[in-house]
């Protein structure tokens, strides 16, 4: 099994590559269409959210940069 990645994009998408599935809060699957990647929304402007349509483009910022969380409570 390929291991699923999700790359946080500067002012843009999560991008979801590998093996994966995505469901709605009543547990249906999407239809990927055999897709192994796709890009899902962060700024909340997507026509087709989950998934990214680009919409953000000049009017969302977020640098992404990696930290570590606090410790589980």
Known sequence: MAKTVLK??????LKVQGDFEIVDKEGNVYD???????SLCRCGLSKT???????????FEHEAIAFDLPPKK
Not at 32 to 38: A, E, K, T
Not at 49 to 59: I, S
Request: charged share 20%; with cysteine; proline share 4%.
């Open 49 to 59: 959210k989950p998934f990214c349509d680009g919409a953000h483009r000049n009017h």
């Open 32 to 38: 990927l269409g055999g897709r192994d990647q796709v």
């Open 8 to 13: 946080v994009n500067n002012n843009g998408s």
